[in-house]
């Protein structure tokens, strides 16, 4: 069992870091959409993921038409501050993929627009300024709720 989490032209090597360390921890499987904004070899996102890199189960694609068309028929969510469903109305299941945006941008609004119906939002206040959450720490809610709902398949 797995949920695959999908970063769609990350910028921030921290962040997918993070983001790969989670995923090792878990057992999920981290897929990243180029164009990236840093190289895969970058020294602050192998320092964010530590010594975690080996155990990512990691597939790079170079685009979201391929990944689309690779992945076409499966499950998929949108995390995005334009979701019409918040992540918690979801029945998550098995092989379920949930993506992300970049950081300063988010999916692409007309790929938004195309999967209305599985686009999923993490409630925040309305009087805020804040565009959006973090994205690791997005990632987290959304993944563990995901994991919650399979009761934590293969972990302790």
Do not use: C
């Not at 878990?26 to 320092?47: N, W, Y």
């Amino acid at each position: 069992m797995a949920i695959h989490i999908v970063l769609v032209e990350p910028e921030i090597p921290p962040n997918t870091g993070n983001i790969a360390r989670t995923a090792a921890a878990t057992d999920s499987v981290l897929h990243l959409v180029k164009p990236l904004g840093f190289s895969i070899d970058d020294k602050s996102l192998k320092r964010a993921g530590l010594d975690y890199w080996p155990y990512v189960k990691l597939e790079v694609h170079e685009s979201l038409d391929e990944f689309m068309e690779k992945y076409a028929g499966r499950r998929m969510w949108l995390a995005t501050t334009k979701g019409g469903h918040r992540y918690t109305d979801v029945k998550y299941q098995d092989e379920d993929m949930i993506l992300f945006g970049r950081e300063t941008a988010g999916l692409p609004r007309d790929f938004i627009a195309a999967h209305a119906d599985q686009a999923v939002r993490i409630p925040m206040s309305a009087n805020t300024r804040l565009r959006s959450f973090n994205l690791s720490n997005s990632v987290i809610v959304v993944l563990f709720e995901a994991l919650r709902q399979l009761e934590f398949p293969g972990l302790e």
